[in-house]
């Protein structure tokens, strides 16, 4: 039901836009969503999230001012723009939605997930 897409390696500094796209179902009204991810050996952890109507969103401070979340409820899909992205953001990325209010985690809180798309940042 959610597909995220537009991971790959980049090298230090760079960026790259993640989008997950819904199917079979709409997420665009009384749902949150939200962005995991996962380094290998390490637990899924909170990357950001963003309202139903866009009205808040919220931050892991390691990725505050670097990445952005937004969505595009028409198009039923949310998007995670990361810029001055380093080789610690190199991981697993993860959208995942929830009805009701914003949750920065963890990720139990969080109900329907996609499967996942690798970000590598090379140093």
């Known amino acids: 039901q959610l597909q995220a897409s537009g991971g790959g390696l980049v090298q230090t500094g760079g960026s790259l836009r993640l989008s997950c796209a819904a199917s079979?179902?709409?997420?665009?009204?009384?749902?949150?969503m939200g962005w995991f991810r996962q380094a290998p050996g390490k637990e899924r952890e909170f990357v950001a999230t963003i309202s139903w109507s866009s009205g808040r969103t919220a931050y892991q401070d390691a990725v505050q001012g670097r990445f952005t979340i937004s969505r595009d409820n028409a198009k039923n899909t949310v998007y995670l723009q990361m810029n001055d992205l380093k080789p610690e953001d190199t991981a697993v990325y993860y959208c995942?939605?929830?009805?009701?209010?914003?949750?920065?985690?963890?990720?139990?809180?969080?109900?329907?997930w996609g499967q996942g798309t690798q970000v590598t940042v090379s140093s």
């Open positions: 995942a939605a929830r009805p009701g209010a914003v949750s920065i985690g963890p990720a139990k809180t969080y109900d329907y």
């Open positions: 079979g179902r709409t997420f665009s009204s009384g749902y949150a």
